[in-house]
């Protein structure tokens, strides 16, 4: 069956550097895509993965290890706007039709 | 950058009422896809389009139906609502065509709430 797991919440202060961790298992794969989502707003695109390794975008990096079913988001120097919900989605073909994981809540704190 | 577009963004029906729901994709985007959020919930892949034709299909009741039109907007229509139908509605496109593939980008949603 299809399972995707992240941790439910992550408390982290301003500043500081939270590595949120996805596993997953799913019957195809074309890619691990990370996105944050505000509560009621629209899932915005933060990175993607189709290849093993280290991908970074400014404050936010994501790894893949295909062979382990592992990837993590790193949001580094975190500020209060990060306050949001982080997705794991793994797309089993076309890059749009995601399997979600539950997200991860992340509380950033003075 | 001109981004998805979703209406209406807020929607209330009562239950076995019709709702329709609109997207138009960023321009040239070729692909739709259509998800439901339930509250406190992962959103729920329902179903794509490319090029005009149902490319895939996910946990979409029958008592919904969706199309995507010759300009790529696309229509998701529900039928019969349930209290349980209530949910946020998002539309995500990207651009598939070419052996290339862009990440898919989400509109806001529409939020129905069935009564």
């Known amino acids: 069956g299809q399972n995707i797991d992240q941790p439910t919440e992550m408390t982290a202060t301003e500043g500081a550097i939270v590595q949120i961790n996805c596993t997953y298992q799913?019957?195809?794969?074309?890619?691990l895509f990370w996105y944050q989502q505000h509560a009621g707003e629209a899932p915005t695109f933060l990175s993607y993965?189709?290849?093993?390794g280290l991908e970074e975008k400014g404050r936010f990096s994501s790894f893949l290890s295909r062979s382990k079913g592992y990837s993590y988001l790193l949001l580094k120097e975190l500020q209060m706007k990060d306050s949001a919900s982080y997705l794991c989605?793994?797309?089993?073909?076309?890059?749009?039709?995601?399997?979600f994981g539950a997200g991860t809540q992340v509380v950033v704190t003075p | 950058a001109a981004g998805v577009i979703q209406s209406p963004r807020h929607l209330i029906k009562e239950k076995r009422e019709t709702a329709t729901l609109k997207c138009y994709p960023i321009?040239?985007?070729?692909?739709v896809y259509w998800y439901q959020q339930g509250p406190g919930q992962d959103p729920q892949f329902l179903i794509s389009?490319?090029?005009?034709?149902?490319?895939d299909k996910g946990s979409i009741p029958d008592r919904f139906s969706a199309q995507q039109f010759s300009d790529y907007h696309s229509e998701l229509n529900m039928s019969s609502l349930e209290l349980g139908d209530s949910a946020l509605y998002f539309c995500?496109?990207?651009?598939?065509?070419?052996?290339?593939?862009?990440?898919?980008?989400f509109g806001q949603g529409t939020r129905l709430t069935v009564v």
């Open positions: 799913t019957s195809g794969f074309n890619g």
């Open positions: 389009f490319y090029e005009k034709m149902q490319s």
């Open positions: 995500a496109s990207s651009f598939s065509g070419n052996n290339m593939n862009t990440e898919a980008f």
């Open positions: 321009p040239r985007h070729d692909t």
């Open positions: 993965n189709v290849l093993d």
């Open positions: 989605a793994v797309a089993e073909d076309s890059w749009g039709k995601f399997q």
